[in-house]
């Protein structure tokens, strides 16, 4: 196996393997040289196409992949650095960026990145600036030579050649999450994402729903499926919500719970479920998979893609082992019952999840109609008013009033750069802890947020829920959002919106005003 792992785009021919390996805490511990050992195994056999470093997975504490890819990079494999947004803001991943394409590691996976968990003193406070589409979307701007600003004028720099991806869950139970996801996929694939590896899951329909769903859209990009290779233990923690994202049924659960009674404790059994689970994705379209595991040596890795190469001439026989649907699980298109898969008929969405409009949804949209919208009704008499206030004491009153209102109303943050109207009036600031802009992570479960599980609603949830009562959910898909500006912190972001100052400018043709009031 002599191709690289970009050749999964380049050519139609190879079906990639990559392998996921955690470096984790610290510099010189074993976890460390483990994952060097294996990867020194990975390169000499031939079989693994890249090996993927993960960025402080579970929001654990962990060694930079970079070190350690830097390190893999000189045994002749490539790899894959796994680059997340909770733990530094865009300075410091436009800086790791930079580091990156200096060493060469250009193979990138866009993450959001799990809610940080204890560490030294306890929790450490996320961050967040980025979403993953809005680093995707960096990224893009460094490969074409970003233009950026300085004392003497713009400059260019030199074009980056960065071979980024972007993780998608087709596993989600109800149709809010399992549409957002899609939804924020357009996203990430307009951003640039080159390829698309799915999240922890064992439903073989939800794996060709997305390969029909993308077929639908005609997007041409390569996707990846992640195969777990489940042991009892790491099947209870995702089957408790463990690990946020990853799939498994109590269906799935059980038979697990019944193999490991065998002698040899369910590791032959979970080998030959990853092989036919190997077998399926090929045979469904995939263009490669994704593997992962703990505690999975080389040997196993081997023997997973030797068997479920041999069993990829009859795939079909084993789509049936792979029937694991969720209670009352949500599927775009309707079951095929010869094949156990999907047909090609999409499923009728329009009765479901319609919720009651609430109040304060209704009077947001009369008073958006009323005020928002730009050269209708009252929008060029705000702007002129805005535009007479900006600098004056009016402007601190002014900005007092919409703070209190947007506050109760809203749990609005004061960020200076609303996006609430792009979110049928809820704030991904207040009401989303890792700030999602664009679209929701992967870690809701049941339409309940990631930290807040059992808890409270997923922000992205309830919005697309408010806008199904009207039928304008789709909407939720069209409009890139660009990142929170920083500096309108703590500002009004309605005079900010009347004068083109805020994110929202560019898309409404609001052209921003002078900043230094005559």
């Given at each position: 196996?002599?191709?690289?792992?970009?050749?999964?785009?380049?050519?139609?021919?190879?079906?990639?393997?990559?392998?996921?390996?955690?470096?984790?805490?610290?510099?010189?511990?074993?976890?460390?040289?483990?994952?060097?050992?294996?990867?020194?195994?990975?390169?000499?056999?031939?079989?693994?196409?890249?090996?993927?470093?993960?960025?402080?997975?579970?929001?654990?504490?962990?060694?930079?992949?970079?070190?350690?890819?830097?390190?893999?990079?000189?045994?002749?494999?490539?790899?894959?650095?796994?680059?997340?947004?909770?733990?530094?803001?865009?300075?410091?991943?436009?800086?790791?960026?930079?580091?990156?394409?200096?060493?060469?590691?250009?193979?990138?996976?866009?993450?959001?990145?799990?809610?940080?968990?204890?560490g030294i003193g306890g929790r450490p406070k996320p961050v967040f600036d980025l979403d993953s589409t809005q680093l995707l979307d960096l990224i893009q701007k460094l490969n074409e030579g970003m233009e950026y600003?300085?004392?003497?004028?713009?400059?260019?720099?030199?074009?980056?050649?960065?071979?980024?991806?972007?993780?998608?869950?087709?596993?989600?139970?109800?149709e809010a999450e399992q549409m957002l996801q899609y939804y924020k996929l357009k996203k990430k694939i307009e951003r640039g994402a080159q390829f698309i590896i799915t999240q922890v899951g064992y439903d073989a329909r939800k794996f060709e729903e997305l390969i029909l769903y993308v077929k639908k859209m005609g997007w041409q990009i390569p996707l990846i499926g992640g195969i777990y290779i489940l042991n009892y233990g790491a099947a209870r923690a995702m089957n408790q919500n463990k690990v946020p994202g990853c799939v498994v049924t109590a269906k799935l659960l059980k038979e697990l719970d019944e193999e490991r009674n065998s002698p040899d404790k369910g590791k032959e059994a979970m080998l030959k479920r990853a092989a036919k689970q190997y077998a399926v994705l090929k045979g469904l379209g995939y263009k490669g998979v994704h593997l992962g595991g703990m505690n999975i040596t080389y040997e196993q890795i081997e023997y997973i893609v030797s068997y479920g190469e041999e069993l990829s001439k009859n795939w079909q026989d084993y789509v049936r082992e792979f029937d694991y649907p969720q209670e009352n699980g949500f599927y775009l298109f309707g079951r095929d019952p010869k094949t156990g898969l999907n047909d090609t008929t999409v499923s009728n969405r329009g009765n479901q999840s319609k919720s009651r409009p609430e109040l304060n949804y209704k009077l947001s949209r009369l008073l958006h109609a009323m005020f928002f919208v730009p050269n209708k009704n009252l929008f060029t008499p705000m702007r002129a008013f805005s535009r007479r206030i900006r600098g004056s004491v009016l402007e601190k009153g002014?900005?007092?009033?919409?703070?209190?209102?947007?506050?109760?109303?809203?749990?609005?943050?004061?960020?200076g750069d609303c996006a609430l109207a792009d979110m049928a009036y809820i704030c991904p600031m207040g009401e989303c802890p890792k700030n999602q802009r664009n679209g929701p992570c992967q870690g809701s479960y049941q339409g309940f947020c990631e930290v807040y599980p059992g808890q409270k609603k997923c922000a992205w949830v309830r919005a697309y829920n408010r806008l199904k009562r009207y039928s304008e959910e789709g909407c939720l898909a069209d409009h890139y959002i660009a990142p929170c500006n920083w500096e309108l912190k703590n500002t009004s972001s309605w005079v900010n919106y009347y004068l083109g100052f805020d994110h929202s400018a560019e898309r409404l043709g609001l052209k921003p005003e002078q900043k230094d009031k005559s």
């Open positions: 196996m002599e191709q690289s792992f970009r050749s999964l785009k380049q050519d139609k021919n190879v079906f990639t393997v990559t392998w996921e390996l955690v470096p984790g805490r610290g510099s010189w511990e074993e976890s460390q040289e483990k994952a060097i050992r294996l990867a020194e195994q990975a390169a000499k056999g031939k079989k693994v196409h890249a090996v993927s470093l993960t960025d402080n997975p579970g929001g654990n504490v962990a060694i930079s992949p970079e070190v350690i890819g830097k390190e893999i990079q000189k045994l002749g494999l490539e790899t894959i650095i796994h680059l997340t947004c909770k733990d530094k803001n865009r300075s410091q991943l436009e800086s790791q960026l930079y580091a990156l394409e200096r060493c060469g590691l250009n193979n990138i996976l866009v993450l959001t990145g799990d809610y940080n968990h204890g600003q300085t004392m003497k004028g713009k400059s260019r720099l030199k074009p980056c050649h960065f071979f980024a991806g972007a993780a998608v869950s087709p596993f989600k139970a109800t002014f900005h007092k009033l919409e703070h209190f209102t947007k506050r109760v109303l809203y749990n609005c943050q004061d960020c």
